[in-house]
């Protein structure tokens, strides 16, 4: 007769511990300067989360943030990891995803970028152990590939149409999105009218705002922007503009994308309720990892709002984490902006993620499905994070 505890773990998985919980900043070199309404970034600098258990077994997790996005930066994250989230795990058994967020989010309050890294972590050790892909954990894997987008952040028409060709001639992505905001709206009218002008009917293009304009503002240039070819218009107004999202959407031939209001299932309710958008950018970090990130696939799902699994500027080790994730999503049919690998000179993993036929290619290896190249890590870390991780 199997004993009742074998019946529960047949792969010894709560048998082992949590024996550590270490985290580290890493800082990745861009290819080009990436312009953003809120920040320029030279360098990507994100939060590297490595658990080992007292057998020896370990897993790795990722989390990004950019600056004037939202409330955490990766000192913070690396702070919060370090002294609220470690000490509430590290003792426990490593049985339940569902137990390790409840438990961190006993810890603390927020901060769902630091809990989403070591979330992460966590569910790559366990899929591991189990010797089976994060997918596994996560309800399953439905999908091998998901539609890719690419960020064109040069500032400048004409370097961005260079860019976007030269991606379309490889192969690689045939949907761009825009990134406005940063200077007078007609000025950006006039760069996506040139971009789509010069880039054709053979590629999909849309914008992100980032929060930059006003209701009138964005009332005015809306309409001119899906008349210039624009199929999705993320996140145009202040974040806590609920009601000017909700009369924003519907009334234009394009979509209406929420992005930074959305960060609890709460939020997610909020614009369900209201119906203040058509879709929601879906992203691990700013949700607070896996086991959060599904009860808004689920408030989405049950609204009929569209899904595009968001970014932050991950390397693969976020990223094959993040196509883990949206592999068991049920539709994430405004594809994915999980680029970064490509935009980075750097990647702390032994060979990065795939990029075949204008799509992410989720990787089939057991736990996130990429391996950490210790040498090239420590490249990348902060001198003084470097003890802290490995
Ligand atoms: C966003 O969607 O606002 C992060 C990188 C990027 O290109 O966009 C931001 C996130
Ligand atoms: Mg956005």
Same mark, same amino acid.
Request: glycine share 8%.
């Given at each position: 007769m199997i004993k009742?505890?074998? /019946?529960?773990?047949?792969?010894?998985?709560?048998?082992?511990?949590?024996?550590?919980?270490?985290?580290?900043?890493? =800082?990745?070199?861009?290819?080009?300067?990436?312009?953003l309404a809120m920040?320029?970034?030279?360098?990507?600098?994100?939060v590297v989360v490595r658990i080992v258990t007292d057998d020896g077994e370990e897993g790795w997790g990722e989390a990004a943030t950019i600056p004037g996005y939202?409330?955490?930066?990766?000192?913070?994250? $690396?702070?919060?990891?370090?002294?609220?989230?470690?000490?509430?795990?590290?003792?426990?058994? &490593?049985? *339940?995803?569902?137990?390790?967020?409840?438990?961190? %989010?006993?810890?603390?309050?927020?901060?769902?970028?630091?809990? +989403?890294?070591?979330?992460?972590?966590?569910? =790559?050790?366990? /899929?591991?152990? $189990?010797?089976v892909p994060m997918s596994a954990l996560f309800g399953g894997r439905r999908?091998?590939?998901?539609a890719g987008l690419w960020v064109l952040?040069?500032? %400048?028409?004409?370097?961005?149409?260079?860019?976007?060709?030269?991606? !379309?001639?490889?192969?690689?992505?045939?949907?761009?999105?825009?990134?406005?905001?940063?200077?007078?709206?007609? =000025? =950006?009218?006039a760069r996506v009218r040139r971009v789509a002008k010069e880039l054709g009917d053979g590629v999909e293009l849309r914008v992100d705002v980032n929060q930059s304009w006003d209701e009138p503002t964005a009332m005015r240039f809306i309409p001119q922007l899906a008349e210039a070819g624009i199929t999705v218009v993320e996140q145009p107004v202040r974040a806590d503009n609920v009601e000017a999202m909700r009369r924003l959407t519907g009334r234009f031939p394009c979509l209406i994308m929420a992005d930074e209001p959305v960060e609890t299932p709460q939020d997610a309710l909020r614009f369900a309720a209201a119906h203040a958008c058509d879709a929601f950018s879906v992203k691990l970090g700013k949700h607070g990892g896996p086991t959060a990130t599904r009860a808004v696939v689920s408030i989405a799902e049950a609204a009929?709002?569209?899904?595009?699994?968001?970014?932050?500027?991950? *390397?693969?080790?976020?990223?094959?984490?993040?196509?883990? !994730? !949206?592999?068991?999503?049920? *539709?994430?049919?405004?594809g994915n902006q999980l680029f970064g690998p490509l935009l980075m000179t750097a990647d702390p993993v032994v060979a990065p993620v795939r990029y075949e036929d204008f799509?992410?290619?989720?990787?089939?290896?057991?736990?996130?499905?990429?391996? &950490?190249?210790?040498?090239?890590?420590? +490249?990348?870390?902060?001198?003084e994070d470097a003890a802290c991780l490995i």
């Open positions: 009742m505890r074998e /019946a529960l773990d047949p792969i010894g998985l709560n048998t082992a511990r949590i024996a550590e919980v270490r985290c580290g900043v890493v =800082d990745l070199p861009l290819k080009r300067p990436h312009k920040a320029t970034i030279e360098v990507q600098s994100n939202g409330a955490e930066t990766v000192e913070t994250m $690396a702070q919060v990891v370090r002294t609220s989230l470690a000490p509430a795990l590290v003792g426990t058994e &490593i049985s *339940s995803l569902g137990g390790a967020a409840a438990r961190m %989010e006993t810890a603390i309050k927020r901060n769902p970028y630091a809990k +989403s890294a070591v979330e992460l972590a966590v569910a =790559d050790l366990m /899929a591991r152990r $189990a010797g999908h091998d590939r998901i952040g040069a500032g %400048e028409a004409e370097a961005d149409i260079a860019e976007a060709k030269k991606l !379309f001639e490889q192969k690689l992505f045939r949907c761009f999105l825009l990134k406005v905001g940063k200077g007078a709206p007609e =000025d =950006d009218l009929g709002f569209r899904m595009f699994a968001g970014t932050m500027l991950e *390397s693969s080790l976020g990223v094959a984490a993040h196509a883990q !994730f !949206f592999s068991t999503v049920s *539709s994430v049919s405004l799509c992410l290619i989720v990787p089939t290896g057991p736990g996130s499905g990429v391996e &950490i190249d210790r040498d090239a890590l420590k +490249s990348l870390m902060r001198k």
